[in-house]
């Protein structure tokens, strides 16, 4: 008895949807063709930001503290040229002895200078 109820509320449902399904789709073709002005399209490229390497710089928060000033691990008043000589030189380094040595290897040489010149520009408060 309870399967019976069940499969005809279920058809109803499935019947119910169907027809709304259906006479919705004519009113939504009407109304994108009736629409003169163009649909502007989301923009598939990144947009150039004010302050380059601040994404890829924002991995580097999760130990050296926001803008780079954490207790023992500040990066935030070296040189942006200091930062990339110690980049360069984790990358050439065993990536199990260090983490850094990890995530030195995962950046491009372009990357690395943009996150120094970042990081290098952030006051510590």
């Given at each position: 008895?309870?399967?019976?109820?069940?499969?005809?509320i279920s058809?109803?449902?499935?019947?119910?949807l169907?027809?709304?399904?259906?006479?919705?789709?004519?009113?939504l073709?009407?109304?994108?063709?009736?629409?003169e002005?163009?649909?502007?399209?989301?923009q598939?490229?990144?947009?150039?930001i004010d302050?380059?390497?601040?994404?890829?710089?924002s991995?580097c928060?999760?130990?050296h503290?926001?803008?780079?000033?954490?207790?023992?691990?500040k990066?935030?008043e070296?040189?942006?040229?200091?930062i990339?000589?110690?980049?360069?030189?984790?990358?050439?380094?065993?990536?199990?002895e260090n983490i850094m040595?990890?995530?030195?290897?995962?950046?491009?040489?372009?990357e690395?200078?943009?996150?120094?010149?970042?990081?290098?520009?952030?006051?510590?408060?």
């Amino acid at each position: 008895m309870r399967r019976k109820l069940i499969r005809r509320i279920s058809v109803i449902g499935l019947s119910v949807l169907t027809l709304l399904q259906f006479s919705c789709k004519d009113e939504l073709v009407t109304t994108v063709e009736a629409e003169e002005t163009p649909v502007v399209q989301p923009q598939t490229k990144a947009a150039n930001i004010d302050l380059p390497g601040r994404l890829l710089a924002s991995n580097c928060f999760q130990c050296h503290g926001t803008n780079g000033y954490a207790g023992e691990l500040k990066i935030g008043e070296q040189s942006a040229s200091s930062i990339i000589s110690d980049m360069n030189e984790m990358r050439t380094k065993n990536p199990g002895e260090n983490i850094m040595n990890v995530h030195a290897r995962a950046y491009t040489p372009e990357e690395i200078k943009l996150i120094a010149n970042y990081i290098s520009q952030q006051s510590k408060y």
